[in-house]
């Protein structure tokens, strides 16, 4: 049996060294069935299933490899962390929705007070708490700081009023942290609060909604005269946006990860096996267009982590990183439909030769990817701006 | 390496200062001015007198030349040629001579490889020596127009060998001169007759040294378009911001914003794409053809949504965005077409190296 990692270890090795040992674990520990394959592309761990592969991750020392090491995690420089995505790439990992790890974790250290801290950082790790994020709202998406959600507060609590929407997980997840309005300043990035409330707080109605893949990853949620205790706020009343601003370091560059379009890649060059079309000379041009584009962008992406690696820095390469891979994913999923001809009748499962695909879910999974964390259109404004093009 | 490194970095700073100065505006004027800056020895390695910078130094260079977009001979008179001749042994009676010559400018050795329209590869050959004497034809033979000598890829007994043709010797004859900065054209070799020491390789040796300064010109090549679609779309940038319609700069539109951005991804793949390419040497056929596809498209793509946003003023000469999309399609169609070279990438790249990259 593999040795159980102690953080002190692991940022001992080498790089070299780091790798096989976190790739010996998984052989070990993954649960295969959790496995990404040509008929569930994107999966996504979901409520019990993505808490029993926390724990066995924190169980075993390799669990919040961003987080500093005085608050449980890893601490694991960005090159190792590559390497842990590389190593979860490989096996073809589901993907994991976990805002405790990724958002509100380095928030809290950032901005939470000492008792926000030891309370919730622990339970984040342990999987006791799962996190929604509650940012959007009806008439909050691109434009987010124009949010309404109100949170008044009376005594020792906010009463919290209003909708979230395009939460995700909602339904599944025992928390949420959310941006209220608190105020109503001169400018409307002011009077913006952080807040964490407890989902099963009396008021709170959660109804998922259905998506156009057929799922219902996605929830509004209702806040009808919430109690919040007020020490719940994180950081300064009024100071949310800043707050939330900030959050985003890594996040920014693993929304460039090429693992998805690599994933469907593989389908398109399956699919293009079992459906005879290598001798095609226009499908094979389109596959060695979307194959030349996904090598390249595959060196991009690595020569921004590199320079991440070395710099700290993330800069506005990110929004590139983003903008690139989410429409390069969504050409190839597009491209699997259109060679797939007559297959695509099927929007459910269908077998093409003899590999089980279901074409519509992993076409209508991507269309999110341009649309979530800063549209594309919001990222092409930030790039431009950094460009020196004047606003309108 | 890191010291190799410091050297392009030097290197790249005098170049762009003297891209920027230069008043140079043609071949003509550039070679002798790049020679007295001893750029001409970048590609030879120091047992044959040159500074051992290989292509990665040319790349430097050459990306400069485009961003200008300066009609250069660069890769065609300096950076094939150059690594044919690092592959002659320094016993060769003629090598000292010719790479002295080279470095000086008033040599320009040109390759002459390609027989068939569309030819990738440079193995197949039809040109014979036989009993010293060579016949065969050769296309789109780089700087044909004014070179003093070619570098001849031809078989003898089935064994492939480079020449050293004189172009003065008798049966040269030289059609078809196109009218490009490149100065292509036809090479006709009719009973040529071969010295001895005009033999420079032979057998293995041969094969060797073209396919690499083939897979070197590509990649030179590369880095020129990028620098081509680099240098388009900072003046594109310059523009924009300037152009004032509906009383406000056309830069604020978002169909222009948008579309700049959409430019600069491409750009930025483009020089992600050969400088990747120079990590590895000797080069990687798929790291190359990579970059020759990205590169090309790129700039051709750049040049032309330039020419749209310059309005009317892009259609003219004077603006000078044609000299970007003229060179970018003539370079970007020598040496393997955009589409030739993602053939090449997708029979060379395993699955394997692509998820795992």
Known sequence: MPEISTRKNLNALTDDAFRIRFREWLAEYYPKKWTQSHHRPHLRFHGEEMRAWLKTLNDHGWRAPDWPQEYGGLGLSFRKLLIYKEELNRINAGRIVDNGETQLGPTIMKFGTDKQKAYYLPRILNSDDHWAQGYSEPNAGSDLASLSTKADLQGDNFIVNGQKTWTTFANECTQIYMLVRTGRFEKKQQGISFLLIDLKTPGITINPIQNIAGESELCEVFFDDVVVPKENLVGELHQGWTIAKSLLGHERIWLGDPSMAIRALALSQQLVIELNKQSDPVVMDQLAVLTADLHDYQGLYADTCDRVADTGEIGSEASMLKVYASELLQRISEFNVEIAGEYAVASGDIMVGKTNINLMWQVMMTRPTTIYAGCNEVQRDILAAGMGLPRA | ?357
Request: charged residues 20%; hydrophobic residues 40%; contains cysteine.
């Open chain 2, 1 to 357: 390496m890191q010291e190799q490194d410091e050297f392009i970095g030097m290197l790249e700073d005098s170049a762009r200062r003297f891209v920027l100065d230069s008043s140079c505006k043609d071949h003509a004027s550039l070679w002798p001015a790049i020679a007295e800056l001893g750029w001409l020895g970048l590609c030879l390695p120091e047992s044959h007198g040159g500074t051992g910078l290989g292509v990665s130094g040319a790349s430097a260079l050459t990306r400069l030349f485009g961003q200008a977009a300066l009609p250069n001979r660069f890769s065609s008179y300096c950076v094939i040629p150059s690594h044919i001749l690092s592959h002659v042994t320094t016993a060769h009676p003629i090598i000292k001579d010719l790479c002295e010559e080279l470095i000086l400018g008033s040599a320009l050795l040109t390759l002459a490889w390609q027989e068939h329209e569309g030819q990738f590869s440079p193995d197949r050959i039809d040109t014979k020596l036989n009993n010293g004497t060579l016949n065969g034809s050769k296309l789109f033979v780089a700087g044909a127009d004014i070179a003093t000598q070619f570098l001849v890829t031809a078989k003898q007994d089935n064994e492939q060998v480079v020449l050293l043709i004189n172009r003065e010797a008798e049966g040269v004859r030289i059609e078809q001169v196109y009218e490009s900065d490149g100065g292509f054209a036809t090479v006709h070799f009719t009973d040529v007759t071969v010295d001895e020491s005009a033999l420079l390789l032979s057998a293995e040796n041969a094969s060797i040294a073209v396919t690499n300064s083939i897979e070197a010109g590509r990649i030179a090549i590369s880095a020129e378009l990028e620098g081509l679609a680099h240098g388009c779309l900072e003046a594109t940038l310059e523009f924009v911001k300037t152009r004032n319609q509906f009383k406000q700069a056309i830069g604020s539109f978002q169909s222009i914003r948008h579309r700049c951005v959409d430019l600069l991804i491409a750009t930025r793949l483009s020089e992600s794409s050969w400088r990747k390419a120079l990590t590895k040497l000797p080069l990687d056929e798929a790291q190359v053809s990579a970059a020759k596809a990205r590169c090309g498209e790129t700039a051709i793509k750049v040049a032309k949504e330039s020419i749209q946003m310059h309005g009317a003023m892009g259609f003219t000469e004077e603006a000078g965005i044609g000299r970007y999309l003229r060179a970018a399609m003539a370079q970007s169609g020598w040496l393997g077409s955009p589409r030739q070279h993602r053939e090449r990438l997708m029979n060379t790249i395993s699955p394997k190296e692509l998820i795992h990259a």
